[in-house]
């Protein structure tokens, strides 16, 4: 009869406890052999995330090339005039006249464009000219391009656009207070 009993009370007392205990530690396992999986994906990604950034990191340095800087919108101005002179002189240009910078200004952004009408004796010279501001650091972008020839000289006019950012740019315009 005792062991009756004591074969009923393990039945119904320890058999559960055992089952749960085991239910409990397979639902651990689970769990830890989910967390592997998410750290194992975690570090398979840190590599490509790492590569992003250092792609991301080398666009932004790039772009930072490509864009104009100084303290005031005139100094931007008078940068962006200084390159184009100097490309003009590079390539054996006569600058015939430069037009005032004109400059448009979006939240981020300051776009700054100026005008220049020149003078050559070779056609050749424009060719190199174009070469340069297309080779320019930081950047210019040609907008307008004309020329004519007259007897053995060419003349014609050039606008181009330079890019700078408008955040910490000192605009001259505002009086001081």
Avoid: C, K
């Avoid at 009370?9 to 085991?22: G, K, R």
């Avoid at 590569?51 to 931007?76: C, N």
């Avoid at 962006?80 to 002179?85: A, E, P, T, V, Y």
Wanted: aromatic residues 6%; charged residues 20%.
């Amino acid at each position: 009869m005792a062991a009756v009993v004591a074969l009923l009370f393990v039945s119904t007392s320890i058999f559960p406890a055992i089952q749960n205990l085991h239910a409990a530690r397979a639902e651990a396992i689970d769990g830890i052999q989910l967390d592997i999986e998410r750290e194992q994906r975690l570090i398979e990604n840190t590599a490509m995330w790492r590569e992003r950034r250092v792609e991301v990191e080398s666009m932004v340095a790039e772009l930072g090339y490509q864009i104009f800087g100084g303290e005031t919108i005139p100094i931007v101005e008078a940068n962006i005039q200084r390159i184009l002179s100097l490309h003009a002189r590079n390539s054996g240009i006569t600058i015939s006249s430069t037009r005032l910078a004109e400059s448009m200004e979006s939240p981020n952004w300051l776009l700054i464009r100026q005008e220049m009408s020149f003078r050559t004796n070779d056609a050749a010279n424009t060719v190199s000219f174009l070469q340069e501001i297309q080779n320019s650091v930081p950047r210019l972008r040609v907008t307008e391009f004309n020329v004519s020839r007259s007897r053995s000289q060419y003349s014609g006019s050039i606008t181009v656009v330079g890019f700078a950012r408008s955040n910490g740019l000192i605009d001259d315009a505002e009086p001081d207070r």
